[in-house]
């Protein structure tokens, strides 16, 4: 009890209250952080690789796909914000933009962020240079068609960073005759405009190639490009492989490759620019299935000259190569060869785009197609095949690409099918009733893809116009016209389309004049010529002003000269390839302009 008028002693007390903490509300320790809060948001639109978000200037955040994002360092309550792009993405090219990104930090995590990216366009163009003629046009795979001339060009639709371009010459200039061909005109947009380049030369063949057959040899002959003379190339003949079969060169001449049949390889060949002597190029020769095919191959080259594709019946399969530009090396394509049973035959859209094939199973004959990779030439299956023909073919069927592209002509036996090509997908579709062709053997359409012309070894060559909607063929007037006695092998036509040379076993050179209008043939006045014996192969110079005709009998390659005007055929002279009887059909190729 407190004395009366004694105070408390309050120290003691205070003192115990100190020690328990009373002053810091029940806890120990130190007090807690003020609270921070985060930073993020969303992106969309995002197709590339390598974008970085920044916060401040710092902080990098790197974003791999679109959908929510948070930096990893917060803000206090009151403290700034700015999110930026560091680095916008590649493969495809893109620019991103922050909306709402920046503000200062209340009470909550700021998510309201938004970074939307787009996909950069580029121009599709480039340049013509060596053009004095006129008409030289070049197409866009949108169907785009420009008539350019000497100097820049450009398609008017920017294509998107990653997509890929197409683009071909579809009509080559006249007045003069001259032969153009486009560099870079395939591929994949980048980071930049694409600049292809257009080069215009007279057309004149640098240099002949002939496999001998039954030797193993590429023999090679140098084209005078004033003449159009023939003289062994120095070193000829070349060793190929066992069995090897017609050669490919890629456009620009400089490769060449030959399938060698007996030990399923290919022999590849770098071409001197200035000799046309050839070299094997190292790691050849490059295997394709390690054995001898059980059938005969086929081998085709894309149009720009950057994949080579066998075909290999017996399994079923189309093998795939890339070819290196610099060395002509070939790189097997990664994965399993691509599945295409019974196949016989393939072609190309003029664009480049897709690889069309023909097969054989129990079920019939069928027609289908394959999207190119424009950057590795690896093949996908596109759409689904479309059989044409309930008959099972003696021999693998034939089959021509119109030059528009827009249709397919498949030879089974003595029919011919029109099948329509859908532009965007490539998608095979059966369009009109066949025609026959007794005894047909090779089917080529005039440069203008409006007649298809089919030679027969029941001695008549027969013309047909092209619907230009339905790909229906009506036979020409006059058709079928008569070619001799004997079988033919090939035929070919003047670059222009007024002039039509069909070689006949009989040794003969048939010549025909092509009605512009109506695409009626009409033989020259001088036909036929007589040539060396067993002419199997025929072909007219790009410059229209040459012939060249390999003749199995005498193993000779001889070249003509051409009247423009007239068509009419003058023999410049005969040169050597072999021995008697070594050479045959569609065994020589012209490789390379001057």
């Not at 930049?192 to 080069?199: A, F, G, P, R």
């Not at 071409?271 to 394709?288: D, E, M, R």
């Not at 001898?292 to 950057?306: A, E, I, K, N, Y």
């Not at 019974?342 to 690889?355: E, M, N, T, Y």
């Amino acid at each position: 009890m407190r004395s009366a008028g004694k105070p408390w002693n309050l120290f003691p007390i205070l003192a115990v209250l100190a020690a328990c903490g009373g002053g810091g509300g029940g806890g120990g320790g130190s007090p807690p952080p003020p609270a921070t809060y985060t930073i993020g948001g969303t992106v969309s639109g995002l197709a590339g690789s390598g974008l970085v978000l920044q916060n401040n200037g710092a902080n990098d955040l790197s974003i791999s796909a679109n959908g929510s994002f948070t930096f990893t360092t917060a803000v206090a309550p009151g403290g700034g914000y700015s999110v930026t792009v560091a680095a916008n993405p590649s493969t495809p090219t893109q620019t991103c933009i922050v909306t709402a990104g920046s503000g200062s930090v209340g009470s909550a995590n700021v998510s309201s962020v938004a970074v939307a990216c787009t996909t950069s366009s580029f121009v599709v163009g480039g340049s013509v240079t060596g053009l004095t003629g006129s008409g030289l046009q070049i197409r866009s795979a949108d169907g785009t068609t420009l008539t350019v001339g000497n100097g820049p060009f450009s398609f008017p639709t920017p294509a998107l960073s990653g997509s890929a371009y197409h683009a071909a010459i579809v009509t080559q200039p006249s007045s003069p005759t001259q032969y153009c061909t486009a560099s870079g005109a395939h591929g994949v947009v980048g980071a930049s405009d694409v600049s292809m380049s257009i080069t215009c030369n007279s057309g004149t063949a640098r240099y002949l190639y002939v496999t001998d057959l039954f030797h193993n040899t590429v023999y090679g002959l140098a084209v005078d490009a004033t003449t159009g003379a023939l003289a062994p190339i120095m070193g000829s003949p070349f060793d190929t492989g066992q069995g090897a079969q017609p050669s490919v060169i890629t456009p620009s001449g400089s490769f060449v490759y030959v399938l060698n049949e007996g030990d399923g390889t290919i022999t590849g060949f770098a071409a001197h620019a200035a000799t046309g002597a050839l070299t094997q190029i190292g790691g050849s020769p490059f295997s394709v299935t390690g054995t001898g095919f059980s059938t005969l191959p086929t081998m085709v080259m894309d149009p720009s000259g950057r994949f080579l594709y066998v075909l290999v019946e017996g399994t079923g399969s189309i093998a795939g190569f890339a070819i290196d530009p610099t060395t002509g090396a070939l790189t097997r394509f990664m994965g399993a060869d691509f599945a295409a049973p019974g196949v016989g035959w393939a072609g190309f859209d003029p664009l480049d785009r897709f690889l069309y094939y023909t097969g054989t199973t129990p079920s019939g004959t069928y027609v289908a197609t394959a999207r190119i990779d424009a950057q590795t030439g690896a093949l996908v299956q596109a759409g689904t095949q479309t059989f044409i023909s309930g008959t099972l073919p003696v021999n693998p069927p034939q089959a021509a690409v119109k030059p528009s592209g827009n249709f397919v002509y498949v030879m089974i036996g003595d029919l011919v099918y029109p099948v329509s090509l859908d532009p965007a997908t490539g998608q095979p579709s059966q369009s009109d009733a066949s025609v026959s062709v007794t005894g047909a053997n090779h089917l080529k359409f005039d440069p203008s893809g409006r007649f298809l012309y089919v030679d027969s070894i029941n001695f008549a060559l027969a013309g047909f116009s092209i619907d230009a909607t339905t790909g229906g063929l009506t036979p020409l007037p006059g058709s079928p016209y008569a070619s001799g006695a004997k079988d033919t092998h090939d035929f070919d036509l003047d670059p222009q389309g007024h002039f039509l040379y069909l070689p006949v076993l009989d040794n003969w050179l048939n010549a025909y004049a092509i009605d512009g209008t109506a695409g009626a043939l009409a033989p020259l006045g001088a036909s036929p010529y007589t040539v060396d014996a067993a002419p199997a192969q025929v072909r007219v110079d790009l410059s229209g002003r040459f012939l060249y005709l390999a003749s199995s009998g005498t193993s000779t390659v001889s070249s003509f000269s051409l009247d423009p005007v007239t068509g009419a055929v003058t023999l410049i002279g005969s040169v050597p390839v072999g021995a008697p009887t070594s050479i045959a059909a569609s065994n020589f190729t012209l490789a390379g302009t001057q």
